[in-house]
């Protein structure tokens, strides 16, 4: 059981099964949506996140994706993408424990800023990940 929630604690969740696609997106939205460099995610089945406490406030990200944060603190909490409805990611950071989830790639790196540069010898891809 993985559990997280935004920095104020109105909006708790919790998810089950096992978390896959743990990746540092580097995209221009996700920077843009958090005001932060590269934003940690991992995946999990829809049916097995779950929010418990409040409510999050939710937005259009693109015409094929949507994001929730928390509508009191801001707290970027997921992305669900129209083409990939049986599955949601998560912000790894909101995670009580990110430790448990570290990041295996990168992730549109191809979008990513030029003084970003790391050497912690993860894949990274151009753009989304090769399943
Ligand atoms: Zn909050
Ligand atoms: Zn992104």
């Known amino acids: 059981m993985l559990k997280g929630g935004c920095f104020c604690g109105a909006v708790r969740y919790e998810a089950e099964g096992e978390p896959r696609h743990e990746t540092l997106c580097h995209c221009s939205i996700c920077r843009r949506t958090t005001g932060a460099p590269i934003v940690a995610w991992f995946t999990v089945r829809a049916g097995d996140f779950r929010i418990v406490t409040g409510e999050p406030a ?22 669900r993408s129209d083409d990939h ?9 909101s995670l009580d424990e990110p ?33």
């Open 85 to 93: 409805g049986d599955e949601i990611d998560v912000t790894t950071c």
């Open 58 to 79: 939710r937005f259009r990200s693109s015409a094929a994706a949507t994001r929730t944060f928390c509508g009191a603190c801001g707290t970027a909490l997921t992305f």
């Open 99 to 131: 430790e448990r989830l570290p990041p295996k790639s990168h992730t549109w790196r191809a979008s990513g800023l030029s003084w970003i540069r790391s050497a912690d010898g993860l894949p990274a891809y151009r753009e989304k990940r090769a399943d």
